[in-house]
């Protein structure tokens, strides 16, 4: 199965397999930040919500291959 975010196709069973988010994204401003899991670090900076989604999905796919 998969879902449309922000105009981004999410494959759903790309994140029951990954058991757990890897980030966070919050609006803070007039952009959106992206957080470590635990709201620690900054992992990133973006103007969209959809840049940050990206990115967060990038992070995820690296961390199965890392498994």
């Known amino acids: 199965?998969?879902?449309?975010?922000?105009?981004?196709?999410?494959l759903s069973a790309f994140y029951r397999?990954?058991?757990?988010?890897s980030a966070v994204i919050k609006a803070e401003g007039n952009e959106y930040v992206l957080y470590t899991?635990?709201?620690?670090?900054?992992?990133g900076r973006h103007?969209?919500?959809?840049k940050a989604?990206?990115?967060e999905y990038a992070i995820a796919k690296n961390k199965?291959?890392?498994v």
């Open 17 to 21: 397999r990954l058991g757990e988010k």
């Open 37 to 43: 899991a635990d709201g620690q670090r900054v992992l």
């Open 47 to 50: 103007p969209t919500k959809q």
């Open 53 to 55: 989604i990206k990115q």
């Open 1 to 10: 199965l998969s879902r449309t975010v922000c105009g981004i196709t999410v």
């Open 64 to 66: 199965t291959k890392e």
